[in-house]
């Protein structure tokens, strides 16, 4: 049963900011297998034997009522029940699935708190014969992170721990060390390490099925300790896993400086090679949630990772964070505001540059999930429109991402984009067909033409359905003959040669538009990846501007594509109709009876929801008057049931 009538209200807020973000499955944080324990405070004294032994039962069974009803937390002054929020609720889910992952949460939002008091539910009621270890930035805040758990574990009820937990004789109990020997579960802090050495012979001796890095980022030989690690983690693992009992792999960090041969440098490669946790990942099945993870990550690990505003905090509360900052830049850019710093030094753009930029750099607000792939939209889509599709293509290979940009024909600016670094050549250009002729029938495909574009390209220009909006250019062909009389004669030809060369003359004409750009038209420049990419722009020692040896230049590199392309070629101009100057001429629209009924059958496909979200109106009454007026004709009442359909896509897409 679902129990709303729980007095952690906390809870009850968290199911209530799902639902309003459109995951259907927005209650699992209430659930209650007992109806007998609805309104039982677990810390009453005077509890009968049975409450009590269905109140222990309950807690085994279901650690959303542990965490909700029975575990305490100490705070200042205070023990107070545990406070739910999206990030420590996000974490715990992934936890119960058993998946490794990095969490990246602003200050003050318990990350640690979150898996110490998940940790105590496991020793003390979700298995037995299981190791689980803590290794920080410095022994002494690993061996603090083993006294918050001890301490949360000390806040149950009296009468759950003499009965059902603790054993004063045989219970080990110090800094370092805890052992619930009822269970025969242990608590232990391990040491990084002082030299390469001494790192890997602390991480091979991590046989333990819960392995929980705290401060990942600031772990020196973080990289040794990973790799020793791993391995003797699989062997605990796999145990764990036929005994059906918990186990996984934590990483919680702040954000450090990005540099090769750093720990932060490391860090953030996981987190690179990670699949992005998603809101709508809350909606899968455990065999889609796999896929998920299979086609998004290098690594089997999720990235967890919400921004303040995501966690319901505001502009005032930044302020306040600020203030307590006493002004350190750096630390509200890592603890805060999630940024990982990089050293300016040989960078092509300065700080000024880069926080214009950063100023217009938005969140992703729709997500449509393709093929088990996840395209971010920063504004509503709209089906009808002649958005640019443009592409950079990597091959799933070489740790380079492939990318697909949505750029606005009006303005330039970015309203989408998809990045993956695993996906091959056969699945992203499947990937680009579904998307032009499934979502965006009235798209134009601007794809780079080097050794793994041409792949794509080839196949694509033999699909009738997508040919005609591909970009290509009329190139003038020569050609030598030999005749019988033994004369040698040179024949032109026009050749038709789709995509964009990204050869030494077109990057760096794309590296000058990119200054200019920078300078003038920064607020086009909305996705995050962009901007991380300028970050790792340098000039290297030949004058040549690459990204850095830690860093990627994919996404920029596929708006760039574009952005030579309209200013560079012909086709864009004299086939679309789509001219260097950003203008609202160029903008069309597909509104046919054919496209309404294409995107109605597109909704009944999918997964749809109730009531309209707030700021869709005006897409909502556009479709609307197609529907009245060209298919269904202007007095026709049956154009509503159309546009509710699409609404309810709309709204499935989103995360508000």
């Known amino acids: 049963m679902i129990d709303v009538r729980t007095k952690n209200i906390s809870f009850l807020k968290i199911s209530k900011m799902l639902r309003d973000k459109n995951v259907k499955n927005n209650k699992f944080m209430l659930q209650l297998n007992n109806p007998n324990l609805q309104g039982v405070d677990p810390h009453r004294t005077d509890l009968t034997d049975k409450q009590k032994i269905e109140i222990y039962r309950e807690c085994v069974e279901n650690y959303w009522y542990f965490i909700r009803e029975v575990c305490l937390v100490p705070v200042s002054g205070a023990n107070i029940h545990y406070e739910a929020n999206l990030g420590n609720i996000t974490m715990s889910y992934v936890k119960l699935k058993n998946k490794n992952f990095m969490l990246i949460l602003p200050r003050q939002h318990g990350k640690t708190m979150g898996?110490?008091?998940?940790?105590?539910?496991?020793?003390?009621?979700?298995?037995?014969?299981?190791?689980?270890?803590?290794?920080?930035?410095?022994?002494?805040?690993?061996?603090?992170?083993?006294?918050?758990?001890?301490?949360?574990?000390?806040?149950?009820?009296?009468?759950?721990?003499?009965?059902?937990?603790?054993?004063?004789?045989?219970d080990i109990d110090n800094v370092e060390y805890k052992e619930i020997s009822k269970l025969n579960n242990t608590m232990k802090v391990v040491s990084g390490g002082s030299d390469p050495d001494s790192a890997d012979k602390a991480g091979r001796g991590l046989t333990t099925a819960l392995l929980v890095f705290d401060e990942f980022a600031f772990l020196k030989y973080n990289d040794?300790?990973?790799?020793?690690?791993?391995?003797a983690?699989?062997?605990?693992?796999?145990?764990?896993?036929?005994?059906?009992?918990?186990?996984?792999?934590?990483?919680?960090?702040?954000?450090?400086?990005?540099?090769?041969g750093t720990p932060g440098g490391y860090c953030h490669d996981i987190m690179e090679n990670s699949a992005k946790w998603e809101l709508m990942c809350f909606d899968m099945s455990d065999d889609e949630l796999n896929k998920y993870i299979e086609l998004?990550?290098?690594?089997?690990?999720?990235?967890?990772?919400?921004?303040?505003?995501?966690?319901?905090?505001?502009?005032?509360?930044?302020?306040?964070?600020?203030?307590?900052?006493?002004?350190?830049?750096?630390?509200?850019?890592?603890?805060?505001?999630?940024?990982?710093?990089?050293s300016t030094e040989g960078r092509v753009f300065n700080v000024d540059q880069l926080n214009k930029v950063y100023e217009f750099v938005k969140e992703?607000?729709?997500?449509?999930?393709?093929?088990?792939?996840?395209?971010?939209?920063?504004?509503?889509?709209?089906?009808?429109?002649?958005?640019?599709?443009?592409?950079?293509?990597?091959g799933g290979l070489d740790g380079d991402n492939s990318v697909i940009l949505f750029i606005h024909p009006e303005d330039f600016r970015v309203v989408g984009e998809f990045l993956n670094k695993k996906i091959d050549t056969d699945n992203f250009k499947m990937l680009i067909y579904d998307l032009m002729t499934i979502y965006f029938r009235n798209a134009i495909l601007v794809c780079e033409k080097n050794s793994y574009g041409l792949n794509i390209l080839d196949w694509l220009m033999k699909k009738p359905e997508v040919e005609p909006r591909m970009y290509r250019e009329d190139k003038e062909k020569v050609g030598e003959k030999t005749l019988s009389n033994g004369f040698t004669v040179k024949k032109k030809s026009k050749v038709i040669m789709y995509g964009v060369d990204t050869n030494t003359t077109t990057r760096a004409q794309m590296i000058d538009m990119l200054l200019e750009i920078v300078e003038?038209?920064?607020?086009?420049?909305?996705?995050?990846?962009?901007?991380?990419d300028l970050q790792g722009l340098e000039k290297k020692r030949n004058n040549k501007i690459e990204h850095s040896s830690r860093t990627h230049d994919d996404a920029l590199m596929a708006y760039l594509i574009f952005r030579w392309a309209v200013y560079y070629g012909k086709c864009l101009r004299d086939r679309f109709g789509?001219?260097?100057?950003?203008?609202?001429?160029?903008?069309?629209?597909?509104?046919?009876?054919?496209?309404?009924?294409?995107?109605?059958?597109?909704?009944?496909?999918?997964?749809?929801?109730?009531?309209?979200?707030?700021?869709?109106?005006?897409?909502?009454?556009?479709?609307?008057?197609?529907?009245?007026?060209?298919?269904?004709?202007?007095?026709?009442?049956?154009?509503?049931?159309?546009?509710d359909k699409i609404a309810s896509f709309f709204r499935m897409t989103k995360d508000l």
Not at 520 to 532: F, M
Request: hydrophobic share 35%; with cysteine; charged share 25%.
């Open 115 to 170: 898996e110490a008091v998940f940790d105590v539910w496991a020793l003390c009621f979700a298995t037995k014969n299981t190791n689980c270890t803590y290794m920080n930035k410095a022994k002494g805040d690993a061996i603090k992170n083993v006294k918050l758990w001890n301490d949360i574990k000390m806040l149950l009820p009296r009468w759950l721990l003499d009965n059902f937990i603790l054993d004063k004789k045989e």
């Open 224 to 231: 040794i300790i990973y790799q020793a690690a791993v391995h």
């Open 233 to 260: 983690w699989n062997k605990a693992a796999e145990m764990a896993k036929k005994n059906g009992v918990p186990y996984g792999i934590s990483i919680i960090t702040t954000p450090n400086t990005n540099e090769e």
């Open 296 to 342: 998004n990550s290098t690594n089997n690990f999720l990235f967890i990772q919400y921004t303040y505003l995501e966690l319901g905090r505001d502009d005032a509360w930044l302020r306040d964070q600020i203030r307590q900052c006493q002004g350190d830049t750096l630390k509200v850019e890592r603890e805060i505001l999630l940024k990982w710093p990089q």
């Open 364 to 394: 992703p607000t729709v997500k449509i999930n393709v093929n088990g792939y996840i395209i971010n939209f920063f504004e509503t889509p709209d089906l009808r429109l002649n958005y640019i599709m443009s592409c950079d293509v990597a």
């Open 520 to 532: 003038t038209e920064y607020d086009k420049l909305i996705s995050g990846n962009i901007y991380k």
């Open 578 to 643: 789509i001219n260097p100057i950003p203008s609202r001429m160029n903008v069309r629209t597909s509104s046919s009876a054919g496209d309404m009924h294409r995107i109605e059958r597109l909704i009944e496909k999918s997964l749809m929801l109730d009531n309209l979200p707030s700021g869709y109106s005006e897409t909502v009454a556009a479709l609307q008057e197609d529907a009245a007026k060209k298919k269904y004709g202007k007095e026709d009442n049956r154009y509503s049931e159309s546009a």
